[in-house]
């Protein structure tokens, strides 16, 4: 079994890089992933969801990247992963 250390939290583009480089990258941690929120990362003030390469460009780089989208209210969750 291995840990992967996941960054997860809403916000913009700027709040979550900012926050895995203060989190996640002084962690003498050897797998890394993060969590996006389909419709909540998008609530304003963003500018829209981290993409592919933003996530992949992140240091260290993430092995995986998991997505969720929130199908109703009250939040019922769907989630998938991507591993890189």
């Avoid at 996640?24 to 993409?51: A, C, H, R, W």
């Avoid at 997505?67 to 009250?74: A, D, G, N, Q, T």
Wanted: glycine share 8%; charged share 20%.
């Amino acid at each position: 079994m291995q840990i992967v250390m996941d960054m997860d939290g809403w916000g913009t583009k700027a709040k979550k890089i900012g926050t895995y480089s203060r989190v996640i990258y002084p962690e003498p941690v050897q797998f890394t992933g993060i969590k996006l929120f389909y419709k909540n990362d998008l609530k304003p003030p963003s500018t829209g969801m981290l993409t592919t390469s933003e996530v992949l460009s992140l240091t260290p780089a993430p092995i995986y990247y998991s997505v969720s989208i929130e199908k109703r209210s009250p939040p019922k969750a769907g989630l998938f992963c991507i591993f890189v």
